[in-house]
């Protein structure tokens, strides 16, 4: 186990680990991104007070749900960079925040369109979406954080502090639902009965959409993470190695 | 199966009941965001390989320059090397 824990934390063990594990990400990402997107926009019925707009709810949850994970990510990133300074964790840390911060970005755009033909407002103070906000600006925070500080330790620290801090934020934006009830509503269970307001021809295609958004951030992640390698391992001899081979 | 489609015409889907442009908007959004953030990674590490072969190649110029103005040890270290 702990044989184990240490070759993880080697940047070398996981560049070649993740270039095997790539194809097998990406094939059924590729896969259920089609099956996702064609089914959402071709076969959903319209809902019975939005319309088409329905169709946008497939962009919209995959993306604001997985925005919730960065920082949990980050903070135990940041911890394990704080308690065993391993390599490896420091770099998910520092590629995960910009990646972050995209796809926060995109959940409040596409939420921002949505709410425009159903609320009939691009915006409102209203607790889901300025917990949302105040998010994207924390990663930014974290982004600028780590620039600001030359000694890469301390940066590194700096953020998984903050990161660990910004979890209660993700708490704050989990329950801002039912905390303040304003515009946006809360989430809806899924029910396996056709009579349900959320019948499985609504939600199968979300989680298909889910689960492929989510192997797109994985996916994601680890080509960022690689390159991430590649700079910080560029004067050990496997990277030299690799780069001449290329 | 084809008959489970939502829309009777291509003009129909396209309208979107309406709201074609938000709806379309939101999917372009996704399919910028998505094939930047699979393209970006990939023309970085090019960016990276090449970087780091021009600094090899300079490195190895620094160190047979430095040879060469040292010709007793650069001799020597031919001679050694059987060349």
Redesign the interface.
């Known amino acids: 186990m702990w044989l184990w824990f240490s070759k993880l934390g080697s940047p070398k063990w996981f560049y070649e680990l993740s270039g095997k594990w790539l194809p097998w990400l990406i094939g059924p990402m590729a896969l259920l991104l089609i099956v996702g997107?064609i089914w959402a926009?071709?076969?959903?019925?319209?809902d019975y007070q939005q319309?088409?707009?329905i169709?946008?709810m497939y962009?919209?949850v995959p993306f604001a749900s997985i925005s919730l994970a960065f920082f949990p990510l980050m903070a135990l990133a940041g911890t394990i960079t704080l308690v065993w300074r391993m390599k490896l964790a420091d770099i998910v840390a520092k590629t995960a925040a910009p990646?972050g911060a995209?796809f926060t970005a995109?959940a409040l755009?596409?939420g921002s369109?949505?709410g425009?033909?159903i609320w009939g407002t691009w915006w409102i103070w209203d607790g889901r979406l300025t917990s949302m906000l105040l998010q994207f600006f924390l990663l930014i925070g974290v982004i600028s954080l780590r620039s600001a500080l030359e000694d890469a330790e301390a940066a590194a620290k700096a953020c998984a502090v903050l990161s660990i801090v910004g979890c209660i934020n993700v708490i704050v934006i989990k329950y801002s639902v039912d905390w303040w009830n304003t515009l946006h509503q809360p989430s809806s269970p899924f029910s396996l009965s056709n009579e349900a307001p959320n019948p499985p021809e609504v939600w199968i295609p979300l989680v298909i959409m889910i689960f492929a958004v989510y192997l797109?951030f994985a996916?994601?992640l680890i080509?960022?993470m690689?390159?991430e390698i590649?700079?910080r391992e560029?004067r050990s001899e496997w990277?030299?190695q690799l780069?001449?081979a290329? | 199966m084809f008959d489970?489609?939502?829309?009777s015409s291509v003009g129909e889907?396209l309208n979107?009941?309406?709201?074609a442009f938000?709806?379309w908007?939101?999917?372009a959004?996704?399919a910028m965001?998505?094939s930047v953030?699979?393209t970006y990674?990939?023309i970085?590490?090019r960016q990276?390989?090449l970087e780091?072969?021009r600094?090899?190649i300079l490195n190895k110029e620094i160190v047979s320059q430095n040879e060469d103005n040292n010709e007793v040890d650069n001799l020597t270290f031919r001679v050694g090397e059987g060349t």
Do not use: C, E
């Not at chain 2, 489970?4 to 829309?7: P, R, V």
């Not at chain 2, 979107?16 to 709201?19: F, H, L, N, Q």
């Open positions: 997107i926009l071709l076969f959903v019925p319209p319309g088409n707009t169709r946008i962009i919209h990646l995209w995109l755009a596409s369109i949505w425009s033909d797109f996916v994601s080509l960022s690689r390159n590649l700079v560029r990277v030299q780069v001449q290329t | 489970l489609i939502q829309f889907f979107m009941g309406g709201y938000n709806v908007l939101v999917y959004l996704f965001f998505f953030n699979l990674p990939l970085r590490k990276i390989v780091q072969k600094r090899l």
